[in-house]
T-cell receptor, first 113, second 113 residues
Framework: ETGVTQSPTHLIKTRGQQVTLRCSSQ?????VSWYQQALGQGPQFIFQ???????GRGNFPPRFSGLQFPNYSSELNVNALELDDSALYLC????????????FGPGTRLTVT | SQQGEEDPQALSIQEGENATMNCSYK?????LQWYRQNSGRGLVHLIL?????REKHSGRLRVTLDTSKKSSSLLITASRAADTASYFC?????????????FGGGTRLMVKP
């Protein structure tokens, strides 16, 4: 197992609500990336944070936002939840200047009803 | 959208047989990585091959890369029931941090005891 942790493990929300997912990166890693994985598909890149700033973003609307803290942990916030937001949300940490090899957490399973 | 496409989408073999999975991608890359995912959990990094490498080995894993054809293959030799999982290729388009990994749709491997 990697040293990346995510919370909560599972979450059920209602359409229109807001959700915050949390991630603690592996020791020594300063970059955090978030991915959305729908059932039966590969992970889709949401965004990456480096030195507390967004450092790349995938094709996701602005209601997906994030933060990175001085200790390199991170949050993913999703506003105005839609049914299609139901997915496994994966956090991955890495160290800048390396080969972008990423260490994934176990994920948060979000269900929107 | 996903850059990589894995082939086959699903593979079922007997224990002891070899499993080969293929990945194709569309744009130039810095490196290509293979990840494994057990049953909706986090991804585990298996192996990374740089764009200037053609073949790499790690234990029972062998990866090849053909940048002229924009394709890669992952071979698992002498498969075990514990190898049952989904396998994803992911491409890194640039050097250093600050960029996303683009994942394919995955190959679901089942190894029967």
């Amino acid at each position: 197992e990697t040293g990346v942790t995510q919370s909560p493990t599972h979450l059920i929300k209602t359409r229109g609500q807001q959700v915050t997912l949390r991630c603690s990166s592996q020791s020594g890693h300063n970059t955090v990336s978030w991915y959305q994985q729908a059932l039966g598909q590969g992970p889709q890149f949401i965004f990456q944070y480096y030195r507390e700033e967004e450092n790349g973003r995938g094709n996701f609307p602005p209601r997906f936002s994030g933060l990175q803290f001085p200790n390199y942990s991170s949050e993913l916030n999703v506003n105005a939840l839609e049914l299609d937001d139901s997915a496994l949300y994966l956090c991955a940490s890495s160290r800048a200047g390396t080969n972008n090899e990423q260490y994934f957490g176990p994920g948060t399973r979000l269900t929107v009803t | 959208s996903q850059q990589g496409e894995e082939d086959p989408q699903a593979l079922s073999i007997q224990e002891g047989e070899n499993a080969t999975m293929n990945c194709s991608y569309k744009t130039s890359i810095n490196n290509l990585q293979w990840y494994r995912q057990n049953s909706g959990r986090g991804l585990v990094h298996l192996i990374l091959i740089r764009s200037n490498e053609r073949e790499k080995h790690s234990g029972r894993l062998r990866v090849t890369l053909d940048t002229s054809k924009k394709s890669s293959s992952l071979l698992i030799t002498a498969s075990r029931a514990a190898d049952t999982a989904s396998y994803f290729c992911a491409t890194d388009p640039s050097l250093g941090a600050g960029n996303m990994l683009t994942f394919g749709g995955g190959t679901r491997l089942m190894v029967k005891p």
